[in-house]
């Protein structure tokens, strides 16, 4: 494998969180913030679902067995690279839209908007959504069951996040809320 291939993922996820960092500056003050044992284990099932997708080796032998074919693995890898693109961007978008409203763990903020704009037109939730799309394209570039695991941690952590984000919604929109989520899927456009 040559040095692009082995260094294409870590740059882009590591540029993603450069900026991700670079934006978390400037937010408006919380006013209330979701409970800290639940918090604490959605960033663990994050770190552990990254940990799965950035270590060489898993010590469970079967994680390390390909679901992809080998013989394919540059096509397996080029597709894995776009999604993985794709979804970054697609939440980068969605963080810089929804500006100083934004936190990293489900609050509500003084003067919190409801944002129904942008990508928040497409879906409810495009941070999740283009982190869900970024996770996927990186398991299917490394092809094997470990990446799987990833990506069902990472489910995890999102659906648990949209149904405590989606109960803040409601308590502090009402009905404004619930009209939107009747218009806008949760996660994927037109689906889910």
Same mark, same amino acid.
């Given at each position: 494998?040559?040095?692009?291939?082995?260094?294409?993922?870590?740059?882009?996820? !590591?540029?993603?969180?450069? $900026?991700?960092?670079? &934006?978390? %500056? #400037?937010?408006?003050?919380? /006013?209330?913030?979701? @409970?800290?044992?639940?918090?604490?284990?959605?960033?663990?099932?994050l770190f552990a679902a990254a940990a799965l997708l950035t270590v060489r080796y898993v010590p469970v032998p079967t994680l390390m067995e390909r679901f992809l074919p080998a013989s394919q693995w540059r096509a397996w890898w080029t597709v894995g690279?776009?999604?993985?693109?794709?979804?970054? !961007?697609?939440?980068?978008? $969605?963080?810089?839209? &929804?500006? %100083? #409203?934004?936190?990293?763990? /489900?609050?509500?903020? @003084?003067?919190?908007?409801?944002?129904?704009?942008?990508?928040?037109?497409?879906?409810?939730?495009?941070?999740?959504?283009?982190?869900?799309?970024?996770?996927?394209?990186?398991?299917?570039?490394?092809?094997?069951?470990?990446?799987?695991?990833?990506?069902?941690?990472?489910?995890?952590?999102?659906?648990?996040?949209?149904?405590?984000?989606?109960?803040?919604?409601?308590?502090?929109?009402?009905?404004?809320?619930?009209?939107?989520?009747?218009?806008?899927?949760?996660?994927?456009?037109?689906?889910?």
């Amino acid at each position: 494998m040559s040095a692009f291939y082995a260094a294409f993922f870590p740059t882009i996820w !590591l540029a993603w969180l450069t $900026a991700w960092f670079a &934006l978390a %500056r #400037n937010v408006k003050a919380t /006013v209330r913030r979701q @409970a800290a044992l639940p918090r604490l284990v959605n960033v663990a099932l994050l770190f552990a679902a990254a940990a799965l997708l950035t270590v060489r080796y898993v010590p469970v032998p079967t994680l390390m067995e390909r679901f992809l074919p080998a013989s394919q693995w540059r096509a397996w890898w080029t597709v894995g690279a776009v999604l993985t693109v794709a979804g970054l !961007l697609f939440a980068v978008w $969605a963080r810089v839209y &929804l500006g %100083r #409203n934004w936190s990293g763990v /489900v609050t509500v903020k @003084a003067d919190h908007e409801l944002i129904t704009g942008g990508p928040y037109r497409l879906v409810r939730h495009p941070i999740y959504t283009g982190l869900a799309l970024a996770f996927a394209g990186t398991g299917l570039a490394i092809g094997q069951w470990r990446a799987v695991l990833a990506f069902v941690l990472v489910l995890i952590a999102i659906v648990h996040r949209i149904i405590v984000e989606e109960r803040f919604m409601r308590e502090q929109f009402g009905a404004k809320y619930d009209e939107y989520a009747r218009r806008v899927k949760a996660l994927v456009p037109w689906v889910v």
